[in-house]
């Protein structure tokens, strides 16, 4: 007989790790899917990195489940799983805000990462000058809602902040998300 999501997590947290490997192969195919929607978007990531994300996230889901808070488990791993991507995706996108030329390694010269004087006025100017543009091309490529919803989901807002900060629904948060995957992907 099958045991339910609650019945092995039960046992996965009692410390029977053949419970998490029957988890494991119960979702393996929706975070296998999950990962090819972010296909694409960060080259130095093969879909082997994002299924290994995915399974972290799927750990992390269940050590933190509560099934009295009247969500299934399947819909809140697919939530941690989608916030995890998510959230790698920024943290890339991030880094590649930064020119390579101003970053320091820490290795070579500790104290030059916490000296304001290393960084010059033109290396603050360009930088500046790269965030305005990347605003230009997210103004001129989005409508005004996905350009205010891409904006505070790159600040890392979640779906629900932003849904308040814009006082619309998540599923319209949910739909601006992936028009604006769409145009960007083009």
């Not at 488990?73 to 916030?83: D, G, P, R």
């Not at 409508?143 to 006082?167: C, D, M, P, W």
């Not at 601006?176 to 145009?183: G, M, S």
């Amino acid at each position: 007989m099958r045991q339910t999501d609650e019945e092995l997590l039960r046992d996965f947290l009692s410390g029977n790790d053949d419970a998490f490997d029957l988890i494991a192969s119960r979702y393996l195919g929706l975070i296998s899917t999950a990962a090819k929607k972010y296909r694409g978007m960060a080259a130095d990531l093969d879909d082997s990195d994002m299924i290994q994300e995915g399974m972290v996230a799927l750990l992390s889901a269940c050590r933190t489940y509560d099934g009295d808070k009247g969500m299934s488990f399947k819909n809140y791993l697919m939530t941690c799983v989608e916030n995890r991507y998510r959230s790698m995706m920024r943290s890339i996108l991030r880094q590649r805000a930064v020119p390579s030329r101003n970053m320091i390694s820490l290795e070579d010269d500790p104290q030059a990462a916490f000296d304001p004087t290393e960084t010059s006025l033109s290396e603050l100017v360009e930088t500046k000058e790269y965030i305005n543009s990347l605003h230009r091309i997210l103004k001129n490529s989005l409508s005004n809602l996905e350009y205010k919803v891409a904006i505070l989901h790159l600040s890392g807002y979640t779906y629900k902040e932003i849904a308040q900060r814009l006082n619309i629904t998540l599923k319209s948060v949910d739909n601006a998300q992936t028009r604006i995957r769409q145009k960007l992907s083009r």
